[in-house]
């Protein structure tokens, strides 16, 4: 066995919905080396690869080799005409990262404060918030194929970013690891995007007229804080369901119904619907199911209240979806990873 395996490992502390799924082996690898040395072990033939685990369920034990991705480093590798680039390895923290372009007084990421997990994962899922995605500040990122360990550059066209959506979710899915990240932050002339949620309320609540990029942070920080589950107090994957796109036809048949309903136009023909407002509709929000609940704040949250299993979480979201269906006619997809 490699020196660095461990053998029937709890996955509790590294998954944010704190789920005691274990691992049959698992190994922490710190840097490329040491994760292409892992990725050739034939002794291991099934490998799991763990970021954050921030937008995972586990309903099952691992039967498998867990390889958990702990390569480290920030570094500033060029400046040009007001724009900094910086490269972030895939095992840094998101908030951590966020947290750092603020001291360096660097834009582009105060938007995308406190959003859990690892910037490895952050392509993957294109994440965003608060009218700001990834792709936004994205150049390019590093990732080792798995098959040959080799190293891959992938561009931000070649990443093929969509809502909450990637390359990496589709034809490189399993077949590639990102280590790193590039990212192209503004050193001068930040464009701030307050108009989307609650910021300017927040940033008025706060007493500022006038916000720099740290102001922006720290009102989405309180935003987020108000509405959203701190995965170190309950476990928790924040947003568990996608926010559905409905055509014309559907969005004015249901406001006839529902005069109310929140919504956002993104074309002609199409209008964003928050599956929050649908799943509080159908009354969950709150609603305890044994240790697997709705939060009582924001019913796109899914929750184990302590020792809920995976599959009660999962047999929840699919009751959910079925009774979103059966309401509302709209199909609601998972935003989370089911494992």
Known sequence: MHPDIQTDKSLKEYNTFKIDSRARFFVSVNTEEELARVLQLEDYPEKFILGGGSNLLLTTDLDAL???????????????????LVRIAAGENWHETVLWSLEKQLGGLENLSLIPGNTGTAPVQNIGAYGV?????????????????????????????????????????????????????TSEDHRLNTSYGAIDKELQSMGIDEPGIEDVSKAVIRIRQSKLPDPAEIGNSGSFFKNPVIDRVQ???????????????????????????????????????????VH?????????????????????????????METFGIAIENEVNII
């Open 66 to 84: 867990v390889v958990h991705i702990g390569i480290k480093g920030k570094e500033v590798v060029g400046h040009e005409k007001g724009k900094t």
């Open 296 to 324: 009582d704040k924001q019913a796109l949250v899914l929750v184990n209240h302590g020792n809920a299993k995976g599959q009660e979480i999962y047999d929840l979201a699919i009751h959910i979806q079925n009774t979103v």
């Open 133 to 185: 995605e990834l792709k936004d500040v994205f150049v390019s990122c590093e990732a080792m194929e798995i098959a040959s360990g080799k190293i891959v550059t992938f561009t931000k066209d070649q990443c093929r970013f969509g809502y909450r959506d990637s390359i990496f979710k589709n034809e490189a899915k399993g077949k590639f690891i990102i280590t790193s990240v590039v990212l192209e932050l």
């Open 251 to 293: 969005f004015e048949r249901l406001q006839k119904n529902h005069p109310d309903m929140p919504h956002y136009e993104i074309s002609h023909n199409e209008f964003k619907v928050p599956a929050g407002w649908l799943i509080e509709q159908c009354g969950f929000k709150g609603k305890r199911f044994g240790d697997a609940g």
